[in-house]
């Protein structure tokens, strides 16, 4: 399968035609044009309506395009998937999961409402329900039908429902937040981190940038424009990354290493899933270079 970036994924409010006229130009990776928190009550009909029209219209370009509808226990659920999922986007993001079954219903409900069959399903990840049942919600990408291929945190109704604090560093959070990747990753998900709510705390915000990379995130949630260099920066490996990949993958390819497990390289102990690895690095690294040449 190709490797996709997801370095930059940015939010926009359904109802704000301005912004999600520029989600065709911005540079992010993955565009979520939102039904839900970012939408009040009042205008939810008319984000519908425009989220739909901008999806069909398209020119998103490389842009992923996720649509992310209020809950089906909602008064607009069901609407925003009857109105949604025919419209052909890449991805529908069902807030607040609790259970694997939600998923179920979900697969369902969207098979019914016309969605083509490339349309996938992300997770958000946003409820104390969900951190207790993540390894099964993940499971639920072994039933087909669910169509689940990624999870998204939800770091601020997370915070709404435990009471955790959001602080530098993410203490309170660091379990759910690992806990999640881990099982994403035992089902093959694609997994992106929360948002970071102060705009203007731009060194916050490349450290966060860096703590979500270290902790294996694949890209991290935007809430405004002035974060996606940062962050495409922050997720795009280094140079000098791709150039140990490189050297990794040239070592374990020569005859003399053909049979071998481990070997030694510039005084480092290297294995051969070291060379697995730095393969999937040095193709993320080749998709961005192509996505940014284009
Ligand atoms: C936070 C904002 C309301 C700030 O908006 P504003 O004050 O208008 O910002 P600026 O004046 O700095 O905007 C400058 C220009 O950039 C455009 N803009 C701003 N934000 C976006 C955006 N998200 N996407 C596209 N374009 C954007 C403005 O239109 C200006 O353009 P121009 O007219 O050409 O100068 C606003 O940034 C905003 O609404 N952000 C998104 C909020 C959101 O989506 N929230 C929901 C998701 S967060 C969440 O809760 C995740 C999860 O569910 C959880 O629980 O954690
Ligand atoms: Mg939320």
Redesign the pocket.
Known sequence: MAIRPRRSV????GS?A???D??RS?PCDV??L?L???VAPDAKQVAREQVAAAVRQGGFGHREVVV?LNGFDTAWGHDDLAALAPTGADVILI?KVNVGADLVAAGKAIAAASAPERTAVWA?M?TPLAMLNAGAIAAAAKDRSTRLTGF?????????ETGARIVPGRAPMNAWLMTSLAAARAHGLAILD??W?E?GDEAGFARECAEARDMGFDGK??????QIGPCNAAFSPAEKEVAWARTIIAAFDLPENAAKGAIQIEGRMVERLHAEMARKLVAIADAIAAREAA
């Open positions: 940015l939010y926009m409010p704000n301005r912004a999600l520029k989600a911005l565009v979520i939102d839900e928190d970012a992310r807030p958000m946003e998204v945190m939800g770091t601020n109704d997370l915070a709404k929360g948002v709510n705009i949630t935007l809430i405004h424009p002035s």
